[in-house]
């Protein structure tokens, strides 16, 4: 059983496109509201007027005039940034949204969910520090010399006395250390 079983799911209806007002409907805000903004009450200038939907229309609030008011620029964009985070906190609690949406949809069908970002060394992307994005190099594989631990001095330094006939100039090695210390 989900955990969002008891809450009403949202309606399907889709958002009521924003309409404009009309000159007839602006002047009867102005006169209802008294020329004045409907958050700080301060006296509206005619070239900051913002009108603005009282319930909004993502959360199916309507075009009427009951549900328009006029604010000045500073509290409407208070308002739009209330009203974003109010939109993006109800989605998540119903879970229209948000990480727990993503990992259901990603349980019910894996194949429809875009795939991370390959940004791994393994990738064939990458992001520069500045965030574009290009496609890396063809990656070269360095031939490294092939090196032969028959010789190596260290193993020389254990061995008692090493065979002339295995290595030839291990003699001469060996005096040489032998000598420096």
């Not at 799911?9 to 009867?28: G, M």
Request: charged share 35%; net charge positive; glycine share 6%.
């Amino acid at each position: 059983m989900t955990r969002n079983a008891g809450l009403p799911k949202r309606p399907s209806t889709l958002p009521v496109p924003r309409r404009r007002l009309t000159r007839v409907e602006f002047a009867q805000l102005m006169l209802d509201q008294e020329g004045r903004c409907a958050a700080c009450r301060q006296k509206l200038r005619a070239d900051l007027i913002v009108d603005e939907h009282l319930v909004p229309l993502d959360q199916l609030g309507t075009n009427d005039l009951s549900n328009r008011a006029l604010y000045c620029t500073a509290c409407a964009r208070n308002k739009t940034a209330d009203d974003q985070a109010e939109i993006r906190h109800g989605r998540r609690i119903r879970g229209e949204a948000g990480q727990k949406r993503t990992r259901a949809l990603r349980k019910e069908k894996p194949w429809t969910q875009q795939r991370t970002f390959s940004t791994n060394r393994d990738g064939p992307l990458k992001r520069k520090m500045n965030g574009q994005v290009v496609r890396r190099p063809a990656r070269r594989r360095k031939l490294r010399p092939v090196r032969s631990f028959r010789n190596s001095p260290s193993r020389l330094l254990s061995v008692e006395r090493p065979n002339p006939d295995e290595a030839p100039g291990v003699d001469l090695l060996l005096r040489r250390q032998t000598d420096g210390m």
